[in-house]
């Protein structure tokens, strides 16, 4: 049984649902509560007590049909909340720590623009090159913790693909997300036809879906489950 | 416009607005008092996001892409370091891959498991993007759900959607629209939508103009 974010593939038959120009809720607002959750969920990463990958999980990890009636910034407070508390944020030890950590107006533009590249360097060379053909693993779970995080959807396990781009070595996140390490694995782009991924009824033959995923997902095509 | 028809649980207009407003600025309040935000910094990170980066940068690449071939080149061969040169670079565009349309393929690009989309260069998600409708269906029935965008793909092109799972972002290079010959980058950039910049719609053609 999935999670409940792994969306790809769920039966599904509402339409997209598009929302015009005129209604403002898809534009940012210094004043509305989805802009003031973003601002604040990307200012309290910046304390450094979680990571990107933490806070997906913890994203995840709301029940489920808090989850599905949720909005996506509503996702996002949520979490947010849960993680606040987890972490004893407001606990009195915790103030001092976190003074010279809180992000200043003047820096604000410096760091968006930097970023934190996920890539890391690694010893052991990678197992597989473009063109090799691969299995991603069946029934996978976080080894680390258990029910935690991982980035392998259901919908592509025990799928044969194709490798097609490599991206050198990047932070695991089924480590990093229980702070277990960024233990970096190499990363590979993986294509797939979408007969392979939702059966022969799949209209179109030359059709295909690609997923970046890390070596731990994959294994030789020809190598026994 | 009153809102008053929503269905949908993704549409953010749908949650009680009175209640979320409420619990949102409590938490802001509560923050600050503690002295772990600073509400000025909330103020910029919007402003970032609401007028220094959208999708006119990535508009800018691609109509860049259709006039400079040598452009085009480095932009597919090492994206990272051309974003850079130009600052259309940051946080959720720090490994970016260049997808090119071309007539025999057309790119999509999705994240089926959040909503991961290049900041840097689109500026943030639209709400149909996050949406659990297209997280899930754009990988089995992107067909469909294109032409729920008025956007046929035509059988004998094939579509190879990208399923964001990790830290790499995709933009989509869209073919460039016949009648253009002779536009200046200006020009050309003002018809490379946001939604084609995805795969989700085609440039805008300029069709006949008025003399």
Request: aromatic fraction near 10%; charged fraction near 30%.
């Amino acid at each position: 049984m999935n999670k409940v974010h792994d969306m790809g593939g769920r039966e599904e038959k509402r339409r997209i649902p598009f929302i015009s120009c005129a209604d403002k809720s898809e534009e940012l607002s210094p004043t509305h509560w989805t802009s003031r959750t973003l601002a604040i969920t990307l200012a309290m990463g910046f304390l450094r007590v979680w990571n990107l990958d933490s806070s997906r999980f913890f994203r995840e990890s709301l029940p489920k049909s808090e989850y599905l009636s949720s909005s996506y910034y509503k996702r996002w407070f949520l979490a947010l909340e849960k993680m606040i508390e987890n972490f004893e944020i407001f606990s009195n030890d915790n103030a001092e720590k976190f003074s010279n950590k809180v992000l200043q107006p003047e820096e604000v533009c410096k760091v968006l623009k930097k970023g934190s590249p996920s890539i890391r360097s690694k010893k052991e060379l990678p197992t597989f090159s473009i063109g090799d053909e691969v299995l991603t693993r069946t029934n996978f779970k976080n080894v680390f913790f258990n029910g935690g995080h991982t980035r392998l959807p259901e919908y592509a396990m025990g799928k044969k693909g194709r490798i097609i781009l490599y991206h050198r070595a990047h932070v695991y996140p089924d480590s990093n997300a229980h702070f277990k390490g960024e233990a970096p694995e190499h990363l590979y782009t993986v294509e797939f036809s979408s007969e392979e991924l939702w059966g022969k009824s799949y209209p179109n033959r030359k059709d295909a879906v690609t997923l970046d995923l890390w070596e731990p997902y994959l294994k030789k095509a020809n190598e026994a489950k | 416009m009153p809102h008053d028809n929503h269905n949908s649980p993704n549409d953010e207009s749908s949650d009680l607005p009175d209640e979320m407003t409420l619990r949102v600025k409590s938490l802001e309040t509560i923050l600050t008092k503690k002295g772990l935000i600073d509400p000025k910094t909330l103020d910029e990170i919007i402003d970032f996001y609401s007028n220094k980066v959208g999708p006119q940068n990535g508009a800018y690449v691609v109509a860049k892409s259709w006039t400079d071939d040598k452009f085009r080149t480095q932009i597919l061969k090492d994206p990272d370091k051309v974003l850079k040169e130009l600052g259309f670079f940051g946080r959720q565009g720090e490994h970016v891959v260049v997808l090119e349309n071309t007539t025999e393929v057309h790119n999509l690009v999705v994240c089926t498991l959040c909503s991961c989309y290049p900041w840097p260069l689109l500026g943030l998600p639209p709400s149909w993007y996050k949406s659990d409708e297209y997280r899930s269906r754009s990988v089995r029935e992107p067909r469909e759900v294109l032409r729920e965008f008025g956007f046929n793909i035509p059988d004998e092109q094939s579509i190879k959607v990208w399923d964001s799972t990790a830290e790499i972002r995709y933009l989509v290079l869209p073919m460039r629209p016949e009648g253009t010959h002779g536009m200046s980058l200006e020009e050309l950039s003002s018809l490379v939508t946001r939604d084609s910049m995805i795969g989700a719609g085609n440039p805008i053609s300029p069709g006949r103009t008025d003399e």
